[in-house]
């Protein structure tokens, strides 16, 4: 039985009448099982508590989810109140199964794998429901069963030549799982074949499980076991194959004849054997995350049998996913913050995305028109009406529907358990926009064979009130030619209605840090940025205003101007805003939407495009060059900075500085970095603390990214 892991979704409730907060958990003794946002059999998303501001509960909500959506789970581990990528056992055998459909579809006991695996023929499907019941007592647990296979002898023809059953038996597991092992044998005596059980490897079948009588002649002489990850374009279901899918490929009709003919091109061929002399085949190879396993008779030339097909494996799967169903919280909601607890050993990562909505579906279901081809929209019963090869593939809609946000930054979400948890101090602002009804949350793990991540606890800070009922935004220029620093402006225009909270505050993530601001207007007056200073961080820039806008009668549509200077890195930089009251406590910020904020520039975006391509590593600035540490206080330090561009998730990264016979003399930096601009100091000492003898020296800059390494070498002058 599962155990259930705990997730919360705190609604903070910041209402100026109600002044109330919430809380939407997931998990532990009184919030919602994991598997509730999930909605498998089309329940509800669980509920939220409300509580009063002198925390005692005032009432519990319900949230919805979709009745087009389902959510999903896939090889999850929910032990130990935590959400981690399946462990697979070696002394399991994945493909005992408890039970199993006429489709072949199995349940199998290890149920945080996903759930089923499927067991089929590569046939054509007219053939399927022949052969798939005697192929399932392969897979059935019962050693006194077996898929036996006829060998038919032609007439008049040395022995040995005739027709044979070729056709692939499959595996299907749903998903990749780390595979290193695939064992299978005929019915065997327990009594006559004592010495072949006993001489079978861990883990060691019960000999009584076996029967009475032998079969072991009937063994597999002649075979070839394939195999295929989650590339491979076949379809799960014979009957029902999607556009840009296919089935197995039928090596003979009925498995028979085919004389040497070759297998699937979508699996990996493990081993191909014509003289196999072993009544068990017990292959071992390396480690291979597998979703699709085959196992065929390379020209039989007489009976055959398999008892039981035992396929083993170890260590945690590659790629484990988490994704809810659409979640309904039954009017627009302000998101503020996410953050998470959890570890990250190194090798593995984590990847946390959101998206948000105004309806309870993402998808646009259309079909060609029969004279002119072109798309006509159509509900989603009818879309599922049509059969499965004529449903066209849906579009996403973008009128309606946010985008996954990019994977947010692991380290910038983690729980600040030195923070009051009430104060939210710590975890990152939410991408997806807001203010919007429905949400929806991805979570993808990817572990190595022996180290895998956990997320113990994942929140979210919501408001049901608004700064203002709209906010739009727009920069200008939308294009620069290069990542030198530039000048901007940056308006937005809110649009208020009673009962809005209004907002003080602007932040606007800037991905590096601002050079200069230029000035702040509201309404096209400044204020004054000596009395309300501009607090410039690393990532971001926050604006004080010098009162409150809120007024529907006065504070419509009055314009927020900022300008200032700052370098663009990445191709689409998007310059994210929001809003917030100073003196709300929980400071839940309120998302600027990209539009036409104001006619003088025809932007109506919020991100800037710069040029594509050319090098990760840029301006690389060592100053002073050369420096002198002689403790005097003057160029004892050398800064060594340097321009990450287009590197939107977090990527190893090397500085280090050796002399000129290639001796690594120190480390300045051994982490992980993204977009921005990284600076280090060295101070001329070694890694033994020692001063460095006056010379050239030089540094090396290594960033490691999924399409490969890049380097920037330099020298750095030390004199005394």
Known sequence: MRKLGVLWLVVALASPTLGDRAEFALGGEDGNPWTIPLALEGEEGGFYTVYGTDGQVLRTESVGTSPQWIGADTLINYADGAMTPSWVDPNLNLTHIVSWDQNGQSQVPFHDLGGNIRVTQGENSAFMGMTLPSTLRAYDGDRTSAMFRIFVQRIGAPPGVGRGFRNNTITNFGAEMPINRIRFYPRLSKTEDAHIIAAMAEPKPDPDTFGEESFAANFLEWYEIGVADNSAPIADDAFTVPKGLRWHKVISSAGLGGYRVSNDSAYSILRSVRENLDVVVDFRFPLRHIRWVAIRALDPVRDWEIAEVEIYGQGFVR????????????QPINWGKIRWSGQRPPGTQVEIRTRTGTDHNPHIYWEPNAITGEAEEISFDEHFGLPVREREPPLYDRDHWSFWSPPYDFEDGLRDHAQAAAAWADGTVLQSPSPRRYMQLQVTLFATETEAPRLDELQFQLAHSLSASALLGEIWPVEVDDARSQRFTYVVSPDFQTGDTGFDRLEIGTHTQVDTVYHVKIGG????????????????????????????????????????????????????????????????????????????????????????????????????????????????????SFDVREVVARRPLQVALYDLSGHEVQTLATTQTKTGIVEYSWDGRRSDGSLVSPGVYIYRIRLDTDEGAEEQVGTISVAY
């Open 319 to 330: 790629k484990a996913r988490y994704l809810t169903d659409i979640l309904d919280f039954g």
């Open 525 to 640: 007056v400044e204020v004054d940025l000596a009395a309300f200073p501009p607090q410039v961080l690393t990532d971001r820039l926050i604006v004080s205003l010098d009162r409150k806008l809120s007024d529907p009668e006065t504070d419509r549509f009055k314009q927020v101007e900022v300008a200032f200077q700052v370098p663009v890195l990445r191709f689409g930089t998007e310059f994210a805003g929001w809003v917030y009251n100073s003196d709300d406590p929980d400071r839940i910020k309120q998302r600027v939407q990209p539009g036409n904020a104001t006619f003088r520039y025809a932007g109506d975006v919020l991100a800037v495009r710069t040029q594509v391509g050319g090098r990760l590593l840029t301006d690389v600035r060592v100053h002073p060059n050369p420096f002198t540490p002689n403790n005097d206080r003057v160029n004892d330090i050398a800064q060594l």
